[in-house]
């Protein structure tokens, strides 16, 4: 009986040396693999998170900035209601400090009408005008001061989209609007005290243009009333004459019945 020889040849001896090494480098390779993989995703969850604390951080900042925007508006408003409830107590002064200079005004314009002169009317007539020209002045000083506000408001808002275009984050962008502050509140003062200015050197043209409306008003309800009165008059004319008819007619009735009576008798 034959014997399987159990000899390794050389090739053999090759062959699975070559396998055994195959096997090796691929153990090695998978590892570098994984490992390189558990790397990528280690980064990825750390950009994650960095990107995260960043969004939260921005998104706080421009919270913040948006508050500390709202909050300077909020005072420009305030400012502005602050200076001109002041200014319109100025200009009520100065037109109670005109009121002789109206007095003479509406007597002199009188004249000129060869009108007569009655004191009583003439108040009346310096009082709404005084009154007219209050009221105009305040709603000009009034439209004027919101006009400058809104322009304030909006300067805030161009000066943080310029800092946003240049790329500044939204913390510098907040420091620029709290350094704006304080100027933006003289510059808005200095214009409401030159609208006041101007206000007040119209107010001779102003009298002007309401001095002949205030005063043919006025005419005008003197003449309504005067007629009422000259109709009321006629009309109390009437019923007094009425009433002595009336007493007449009684009268008479009452002297016919007693003549009546006497014949029968």
Do not use: C, W
């Not at 153990?27 to 990107?51: H, M, P, R, T, W």
């Not at 420091?175 to 808005?188: A, G, H, Q, S």
Request: proline content about 0%.
């Amino acid at each position: 009986m034959n014997k399987r020889s159990s000899n390794t040849t050389p090739e053999d001896k090759i062959m699975k040396e070559e396998t055994s090494s195959n096997s090796s480098n691929s153990e090695e390779n998978s590892g570098e693999n994984e490992n390189k993989e558990e790397d990528i995703v280690q980064d990825a969850i750390e950009s994650l998170n960095k990107f995260e604390e960043k969004f939260e951080k921005d998104e706080k900042e421009r919270e913040h900035l948006d508050a500390t925007i709202t909050e300077l508006k909020e005072k420009i408003d305030e400012t502005e209601e602050v200076i001109v409830e002041g200014k319109q107590e100025e200009l009520a002064q100065m037109m109670e400090s005109k009121r002789d200079q109206l007095t003479r005004d509406i007597r002199d314009y009188l004249e000129t009408k060869d009108a007569k002169i009655d004191e009583k009317k003439v108040e009346k007539i310096v009082d709404r005008l005084k009154g007219r020209i209050d009221e105009e002045v305040k709603n000009d000083l009034r439209i004027q001061a919101e006009t400058i506000t809104m322009s304030k408001e909006g300067a805030v808002d161009e000066m943080a989209l310029e800092d946003v275009i240049q790329g500044m984050e939204n913390k510098d962008i907040e420091k620029d609007v709290v350094e704006y502050e304080k100027n933006i509140l003289e510059d808005m003062k200095t214009e409401i005290d030159e609208a006041v200015a101007e206000i007040e050197s119209m107010i001779d043209v102003t009298i002007d243009q309401f001095k002949t409306e205030v005063v043919q008003e006025v005419e005008k309800e003197e003449e309504e009333q005067t007629e009422i009165v000259k109709e009321t008059e006629e009309e109390n004319e009437k019923e007094a004459k009425l009433d002595e008819t009336r007493e007449d007619e009684e009268i008479g009735e009452q002297v016919g019945s007693h003549d009546a009576e006497e014949e029968n008798v």
